[in-house]
C-alpha cells in the first residue's frame, strides 16, 4: 500500500487527477472504475480541464461506475448516472456507449447484477478503480459485515450512510434505502486502485481502514491486501495516521518516488 500526504484537498484531488492523466495517455482504451460524492467532484474537474486544455482524450476510454441508488432512474439530479453525466461525462470526448452505471430501476435487480459482473470481465477487467471512503468505513456501498470476497449485488445502505447522504436530496426522506455496488471482491480485482480521502472528518476512519486490522465492519480495510494501492490524502485527512513502521510507511509530499516524479506527476509514497 502506498500513501500520499498532499497538503490541501485540491492539491489531493490535483495528484489522482493527474494518475487518471498519465494510465489514459499511455493506454487509450483504459477501463476505468469511477466513483461519485463531493470528494470527486475536484478530480473531474481536474480531468475536464486537462481535456480542454491539455488535449487528454477520453474516446476509447470504458467507465464502470461503483454504484447506483435502487429505484432512482437516470435523469434524477440525486442519481450517479446524472452526477457523472454533469461532473465528467458531458464535459469531455468519451463515448455514451462506452459509459456504464449499474441500473437502479432495472426490472429484476440480480439479473442487473450478475449482467454488471459480465460486461467487467467482458473487457478485461477494470484497470484503475477509483474509490472514497464513506464515514461507515465503505467503500463503493459496501457497508460495514460485507464479505470480502462479495460481488456485484443489492445492498440496504447503513444509518449512518443515509445520514451522510441525505442532505443531498432536495427532501432528505426520499433518499432510497438500498443500492447496486460492486462488491469488494470485484475492487480487488481491479489492477490499480486509488482510494481519495480529504478532510478531518475522515481521519479516524482512515486510519482504522490504512493501520487497523482488516475487518468486515471496517470495509475499506480490504485494501490493504490489494497488491496495487494507493491511497491520496490532504494533512486534515491524515491527522490519524500515527504507526510507525514498514506497514504503510507515510512520507510527506516532499519524498516522492523517483518513478513518478520522472513521469511528471507529483509525488508518492511507497510501502
Given at each position: 500500500?502506498?500513501?500520499?500526504?498532499?497538503?490541501?484537498?485540491?492539491a489531493?484531488?490535483?495528484?489522482?487527477?493527474?494518475?487518471?492523466?498519465?494510465?489514459?495517455?499511455?493506454?487509450?482504451?483504459?477501463?476505468l472504475?469511477?466513483?461519485?460524492?463531493?470528494?470527486?467532484?475536484?478530480?473531474?474537474?481536474?480531468?475536464?480541464?486537462?481535456?480542454r486544455?491539455?488535449?487528454?482524450?477520453?474516446?476509447?476510454?470504458?467507465?464502470?461506475?461503483?454504484?447506483?441508488?435502487?429505484?432512482?432512474?437516470?435523469?434524477?439530479?440525486?442519481?450517479?448516472?446524472?452526477?457523472m453525466?454533469?461532473?465528467l461525462?458531458?464535459?469531455?470526448?468519451?463515448?455514451?456507449a462506452?459509459t456504464r452505471?449499474?441500473?437502479?430501476t432495472?426490472?429484476n435487480l440480480?439479473?442487473?447484477?450478475?449482467?454488471?459482473?459480465?460486461?467487467?470481465q467482458?473487457?478485461?477487467?477494470?484497470d484503475?478503480?477509483?474509490?472514497?471512503?464513506?464515514?461507515?468505513?465503505?467503500?463503493?456501498?459496501n457497508?460495514?459485515?460485507?464479505?470480502?470476497?462479495?460481488?456485484?449485488?443489492?445492498?440496504?445502505l447503513?444509518?449512518?450512510?443515509?445520514?451522510q447522504?441525505?442532505?443531498?436530496?432536495?427532501?432528505?426522506?426520499?433518499?432510497?434505502?438500498?443500492?447496486?455496488t460492486?462488491?469488494?471482491?470485484?475492487?480487488?480485482?481491479?489492477?490499480?486502485?486509488?482510494?481519495?480521502?480529504?478532510?478531518?472528518?475522515?481521519?479516524?476512519?482512515?486510519?482504522?481502514?490504512?493501520?487497523?486490522?482488516?475487518?468486515?465492519?471496517?470495509?475499506a480495510?480490504v485494501?490493504?491486501?490489494?497488491?496495487?494501492?494507493?491511497?491520496?490524502?490532504?494533512?486534515?485527512?491524515?491527522?490519524?495516521?500515527?504507526?510507525?513502521?514498514?506497514?504503510?510507511r507515510v512520507r510527506?509530499?516532499?519524498?516522492?518516488?523517483d518513478?513518478?516524479?520522472?513521469?511528471?506527476?507529483?509525488?508518492?509514497?511507497?510501502?
Amino acid at each position: 500500500m502506498e500513501i500520499s500526504i498532499q497538503p490541501d484537498a485540491a492539491a489531493a484531488a490535483e495528484f489522482v487527477a493527474r494518475l487518471i492523466q498519465q494510465e489514459v495517455q499511455s493506454r487509450p482504451r483504459l477501463v476505468l472504475g469511477l466513483a461519485t460524492g463531493r470528494t470527486m467532484e475536484p478530480v473531474y474537474a481536474q480531468l475536464i480541464r486537462m481535456h480542454r486544455s491539455e488535449g487528454l482524450d477520453f474516446s476509447a476510454c470504458r467507465t464502470f461506475n461503483l454504484d447506483e441508488y435502487v429505484g432512482l432512474p437516470g435523469t434524477d439530479p440525486n442519481s450517479y448516472r446524472h452526477y457523472m453525466e454533469a461532473h465528467l461525462f458531458q464535459a469531455v470526448n468519451i463515448n455514451p456507449a462506452n459509459t456504464r452505471v449499474p441500473d437502479g430501476t432495472a426490472e429484476n435487480l440480480a439479473s442487473e447484477c450478475a449482467d454488471y459482473e459480465d460486461r467487467i470481465q467482458a473487457v478485461g477487467g477494470i484497470d484503475f478503480q477509483l474509490l472514497g471512503i464513506g464515514l461507515s468505513g465503505h467503500i463503493g456501498f459496501n457497508e460495514p459485515s460485507s464479505p470480502f470476497a462479495s460481488r456485484t449485488r443489492v445492498v440496504t445502505l447503513a444509518p449512518a450512510t443515509r445520514e451522510q447522504n441525505s442532505p443531498l436530496f432536495r427532501d432528505p426522506g426520499q433518499m432510497p434505502r438500498q443500492a447496486i455496488t460492486m462488491g469488494m471482491g470485484t475492487i480487488l480485482e481491479s489492477r490499480q486502485c486509488v482510494l481519495l480521502a480529504t478532510g478531518g472528518d475522515k481521519a479516524a476512519i482512515l486510519a482504522a481502514a490504512v493501520e487497523g486490522p482488516l475487518n468486515t465492519m471496517v470495509p475499506a480495510s480490504v485494501l490493504q491486501l490489494h497488491p496495487n494501492c494507493v491511497i491520496v490524502v490532504d494533512e486534515a485527512a491524515a491527522r490519524g495516521l500515527n504507526r510507525p513502521g514498514p506497514a504503510p510507511r507515510v512520507r510527506r509530499k516532499d519524498q516522492f518516488a523517483d518513478s513518478l516524479v520522472k513521469s511528471g506527476i507529483a509525488s508518492t509514497t511507497s510501502t
